[in-house]
């Protein structure tokens, strides 16, 4: 990877990642909280959102081992339900807000993409576009996953049941070690999260053609 793509790819990571969490901070607004927008993270400058360890510590330690995949995250948006104008709805919609975003961009840039792959002296923007692309779906399909705290776990929250949500809530201290060991378990030459995150990519990939 040369260091002009290098630098341009976590820009991409680090905007789309950004985007993912003001995209659940404006739903929210739109279903009337304001928690978000009083935080000042209702913003893409990158400042307000950055995590430690998701936005600096591990993307540079996948840069530095030599990783092929480049992955990270934002600082969650604060998020308040209790001042949702419609609870039920603004819960699912919110949690669904940051992977509808990354799949949009995702979808976007498979678009220009093959645009662009019409002319052959374009293949620096092409490259560009289907990093976009592959980096947002698989930000996608990792946030897809029903495990606390990540937005799958929220999206299958809000439409279960009072007495089930609160079985399912009971879950949510052991989330980071379930994460944990889909990551240690191996498939062959790789994780079991690594082998779900290629297999469903995979398949969005083929289906936008990349």
Do not use: C
């Amino acid at each position: 990877m040369n260091p002009e793509f290098l630098a341009i790819s976590i820009v991409i990571l680090l905007f789309s990642v950004i985007l993912h969490e003001v995209m659940h901070g404006y739903v929210a607004l739109k279903f009337g909280d304001k928690t978000a927008l009083n935080a000042g993270r209702l913003t893409l400058n990158p400042i307000p959102h950055i995590d430690l360890v998701g936005t600096i510590l591990l993307p540079g330690l996948l840069l530095l081992s030599g990783s092929p995949i480049l992955f990270g995250w934002a600082k969650p948006v604060p998020v308040n339900p209790l001042h949702f104008n419609d609870l039920k709805r603004g819960e699912l919609l919110v949690s669904a807000a940051g992977i509808l975003a990354n799949l949009g961009l995702a979808l976007v840039s498979a678009v220009l993409f093959h645009i662009l792959g019409s002319f052959s002296s374009q293949p620096f923007l092409s490259q560009i576009f289907y990093f976009t692309a592959d980096i947002n779906l698989l930000l996608a399909v990792f946030n897809l996953l029903p495990i606390p705290p990540l937005d799958g776990s929220k999206v299958l929250l809000s439409q279960l049941s009072y007495n089930l949500a609160r079985q399912y809530q009971a879950f949510e201290q052991y989330g980071f070690l379930i994460l944990l060991g889909l990551m240690l378990v191996r498939v062959g030459s790789t994780s079991l999260l690594g082998a779900y995150l290629g297999f469903v990519v995979g398949i969005l990939k083929s289906f936008l053609g990349l």
